[in-house]
């Protein structure tokens, strides 16, 4: 008997159930020995508290154009992975009891940084543990591309055009501001694809004074209108030379909902311009994985399969040149993959007349 645990973890995204669905296909139609796959809840709270339920072929039927996640999902922070619980659990050893006291072969995450940073010293104390890449944030190292990404550019860049119309006739600046705290990876794609005519992320801290000129010279659609793609993490030039202390004081302070309001207030006060801001939030991460989410994911999880049937464990699946790979957790967990200033997509963006605000 092979015994599979899976669970999903952290901020869900559209092709969560596909990948599952890819997993499960692939082990139980290549397997020699009966297997029975254990669905935990919530993500590593079903795994901690052994909340759990056996699946059924069933519950992966019609899934792989299904949103969300069939497990549900929950935020378990790393950094308190190995503090107590409220009643002085031990998080990580509670976890490895569930897993031996169900005989599991190995235990599937399918999760974004946090996850698969906690998945690694499971992965070290002993348990098998596969995960894969999860997250519209596009930020986990060791792969190309995660699932739920190009997902969630196409929703963004739906929601570009459609300002773009509104933005023209009334004349007005647009601020989209679109996730990522801490990487552009989202915002660059979606701002590219939707034609915005500023991109501002975290990668590159931005100058008020050269949105103003942007905003202000005639260049750009003839002056009348103009669409800004603003991360959720995009910061000034000022604010990035503070150290991480001082910024966190001055954020305490902070009077504006987010980074595109204060934007939004100070480009109206320059410029005597009416600005807008549009903030899809939680819509980049639901609705049905698009094609693309839909094979990169069937492929992660036939791997994951492959992994489990092979007995390969310690690895997040990935995607690099095409290709689908394997890469140590121990070299993927904590590591963050962010857009490099340098990189082509910028130049051209640039050469296509994009300002990054420097
Ligand atoms: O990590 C994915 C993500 O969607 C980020 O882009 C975003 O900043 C964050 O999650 C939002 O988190 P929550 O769903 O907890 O509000």
Sequence with gaps: ML??????SGGDCQALNATMRGVFKSVTLSSKEPVEFYGFEDGYKGLIYSHFHLLESSDFIG???????????????????????ENGLDKVEAMKQVYYKLQLNCLVVLGGNGSTKTANPLSEEGLNVITLPKTID????????????????????????????????????????????KTGWLTLNAGMAGGADII????????????IRVIESKDTNGGRFMILAVAEGAISKSDAKLSKKEYQKKLENYIFP????????????????????????????????????????SRLGAEAG?????????????????????????????????????????????????????
């Excluded at 015994?3 to 999903?8: A, D, E, P, V």
């Excluded at 899934?63 to 992975?81: A, C, D, E, N």
Aim: proline content about 5%; glycine content about 10%; overall charge neutral.
């Design 258 to 297: 987010s980074v595109s309001y204060e934007l939004a207030e100070k480009i109206t006060k320059k410029t005597g311009r009416e600005v807008r801001v549009t903030v899809p939030g939680h819509t980049q991460r639901g609705g049905t994985p698009d094609p693309y989410d839909r094979v990169l994911s």
């Design 63 to 85: 899934i792989l154009t299904r949103g969300g996640t069939i497990l549900g999902t929950s935020r378990v922070p790393f950094k308190t992975i190995r503090q107590p619980d």
């Design 138 to 181: 596009n930020d986990l190292w060791g792969t190309d591309v995660t699932f739920g990404f190009q997902s969630a550019v196409d929703i963004v860049t739906r929601a570009i055009d459609e300002i773009h119309t509104t933005a023209n006739s009334h004349g007005r600046v647009f601020i989209i501001e679109i996730m990522g705290h």
């Design 200 to 211: 501002l992320i975290p990668e590159i801290p931005y100058d008020m004074k050269e949105i």
């Design 306 to 358: 492959r992994l489990i049937l092979h007995g390969e464990y310690g690895f997040m699946v990935g995607y690099h040149n095409h290709e689908i790979v394997k890469v140590p957790l121990k070299d993927v967990a904590g590591k963050l993959k962010t857009v490099s200033p340098d990189a082509s997509i910028i130049k051209e963006a640039k050469m296509l007349g994009v300002s990054f605000g420097e």
């Design 3 to 8: 015994r599979i645990g899976m669970l999903t």
